[in-house]
């Protein structure tokens, strides 16, 4: 397999989960509100919530570099 392919596969494989995991979140309120308990304004993200926010990131950095790295390949 050559190494156009894999960011290619990687980018789509980024693409998906940074979008679910977009979808999960929900603004200003816990992670229950979006499943519909009834949420408290949290000023820090607290277990679940920053485990998902920091993959988050992890994820649209992979994002980011894998199109670089496309970009720069093709």
Do not use: D, H, P, Y
């Not at 990687?10 to 679910?20: E, G, H, N, Q, R």
């Not at 999960?24 to 499943?35: D, E, Y």
């Amino acid at each position: 397999m050559e190494i156009g392919a894999i960011c290619n596969t990687v980018t789509a494989v980024s693409a998906v989960l940074l979008i679910l995991l977009i979808l999960l979140q929900t603004r200003g309120a816990s992670l229950g509100a979006g499943f519909g308990a009834s949420g408290e304004l949290f000023t820090e993200r607290r277990g679940l919530e920053k485990s998902m926010f920091n993959t988050t990131v992890v994820i649209a950095l992979i994002f980011g570099l894998s199109i670089l790295a496309t970009l720069i390949i093709g």
